[in-house]
């Protein structure tokens, strides 16, 4: 039986990795122990043993030790900050629905500074790449600035102001260099299908430049769509 003698010694803030009920037991040659059970997820040891007959018993190095591989070293971090086990449960409980430890310390008295993105790492699922034309998505926003929040991301316009200058300039360039041409110039059509099943066709031009052979694209189509030719 857990004595309320013994619990009331567990209040440190690493007790809230741990199941709230920890149970007394006999192991290893009949040793009285307490076993803590870790309250992670996807635990893999999930038991701490704590013998009760030895010097170092009220030590909590080895849960120390767990929870620094099992949740991570920067929680542990946020949870010494509690100041207590309760408020230690808060961070564990707010970590395993939302996945973050600032949401939990958002609204804290204790939080020095204002947390504003994640610490945690993102998943894979969450660094998937989202297109560049979206630079205002909340989830792209998220993905930059996360672990560098004064990261600068540009306005959508500028963006668009910038492509449109890039085609301009590249497109006069392009023209120059086939009107000015000394050599043949060949033109091919690659078409093919994606695996979206989407149509498509790429125009190129194939020429030789100052010695050197040259391929440059021309237009690529999504076929039955309305065509739109950029070297007209
Ligand atoms: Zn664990």
Redesign the pocket.
């Known amino acids: 039986m857990l004595t309320a003698e013994l619990k009331a010694k567990w209040r440190k803030p690493i007790y809230a ?1 741990f199941d709230p009920e920890p149970t007394i037991e006999y192991r290893k040659d009949n040793r009285k122990c307490v076993v803590f059970r ?3 997820k996807n ?4 038991e701490i043993l704590r013998y009760l007959d030895t010097k170092d018993a009220g030590s909590t190095g080895n849960m120390r030790n ?2 620094k ?3 991570g070293e920067e929680i542990l971090v946020e949870a010494d900050k509690a100041k207590d086990v309760d408020e230690g449960r808060k961070v564990t409980g707010s970590y395993r629905k939302n996945g973050s430890i600032t949401a939990s310390f958002e609204k804290s008295k204790n939080a020095q500074s204002k947390a504003s993105f994640s610490y945690r790492q993102h998943t894979k699922t969450e660094t998937r790449m989202r297109p560049f034309d979206i630079v205002k998505d909340r989830g792209f926003v998220c993905l930059m600035k996360t672990g560098r929040p004064h990261y600068y991301l540009p306005h959508p316009t500028t963006v668009a102001r910038d492509v449109k200058q890039v085609f301009a300039k590249t497109r006069k360039r392009v023209a120059d260099m086939l009107q000015n041409n000394d050599s043949d110039i060949n033109c091919c059509i690659d078409t093919w299908t994606s695996p979206n099943h989407k149509a498509y066709a790429a125009v190129t031009v194939h020429f030789e430049h100052e010695g050197k052979l040259m391929s440059l694209l021309l237009d690529f189509i999504e076929i039955a769509k309305v065509r739109t030719c950029f070297y007209p």
């Open positions: 990795f870790c309250s992670a635990c893999k040891k999930r767990h929870v591989t099992c949740w």
